[in-house]
């Protein structure tokens, strides 16, 4: 584990009291901490170093094709990002912001 990012997860569960709100951490090598994220909430990050490495562990194998993800600047989520956005992968940069219709999963 190196550098440091700031981690975010959002909560998509169907009828949950903390629909579509976030919640963000800075994870360091330095400060050691750790997130868990539960089934329903969606997950990103910012690096906040050149030097990131993260290490996640995963309840399903990957599968190629059926993940999805949400625009880091939805304006339905309102993240405050710490730095500017400067560069987003060619993948995450596909993603589509939220339809004002989604009324969430159901897990």
Request: proline share 4%; aromatic share 14%; net charge negative.
């Amino acid at each position: 584990i190196a550098g440091e990012v700031f981690d975010v997860i959002i909560d998509l569960r169907k009828e949950s009291l903390t629909f579509l709100k976030w919640y963000g951490i800075i994870l360091s090598a330095k400060n050691q901490k750790m997130i868990y994220i539960p089934e329903g909430f969606a997950h990103g990050f910012q690096t906040l170093t050149d030097d990131c490495e993260l290490i996640y562990h995963h309840s399903e194998y990957y599968t190629p094709g059926i993940e999805n993800g949400i625009l880091y600047n939805d304006r339905m989520i309102g993240i405050d990002w710490p730095l500017p956005v400067y560069s987003v992968s060619d993948r995450d940069n596909e993603h589509q912001v939220l339809n004002t219709k989604f009324e969430g999963i159901t897990i």
